[in-house]
């Protein structure tokens, strides 16, 4: 019986464990998004600044297109890099819970061998 009680408080330790682990990689994931947001943000703003100072002293109606294409292709650029490590960082989220749970199944799995091993000695 007190092996039986043992079992069950490590399968509900080893339950609480997996769930605290999950919500790290869930914790940690976002704040790496909501900082990448920001970054992008800040970016995209100091782009425009720059922008803006540069339309002032335009001497004409072909360098402000010119400035408008750069403008476009600097934000592009930014965009696209933040995508990729946006690709990145849920990748790695994406790979930190199936290790989390090819742990939890093999200690799932232990589990019940041992559960079957204290069964078969107490019949």
């Known amino acids: 019986m007190n092996d039986m009680i043992e ?7 080893t339950g609480f464990d997996t769930f605290r682990k999950l919500s790290d990689i869930n914790q940690q994931t976002f704040q790496k998004l909501v900082e990448q947001q920001l970054d992008l943000t800040t970016g995209l703003v100091d782009v425009s600044m720059k922008h803006l100072e540069q339309v002032g002293k335009a001497k004409g109606y072909q360098e402000l297109v010119t400035l408008q294409t ?7 650029q930014k965009m696209v890099a933040t ?35 204290v069964a078969k000695k107490a019949a």
Not at 70 to 76: I, V
Not at 88 to 109: G, H, P, T, Y
């Open 70 to 76: 750069d403008l476009l292709r600097d934000c592009s």
């Open 7 to 13: 079992l069950f408080n490590k399968a509900n330790q």
């Open 83 to 117: 995508y990729k490590s946006g690709q990145e960082i849920l990748d790695d989220a994406r790979n930190s819970m199936s290790r989390l749970m090819d742990d939890s199944v093999k200690a799932a799995e232990e589990t019940v061998k041992h559960v079957s091993t």
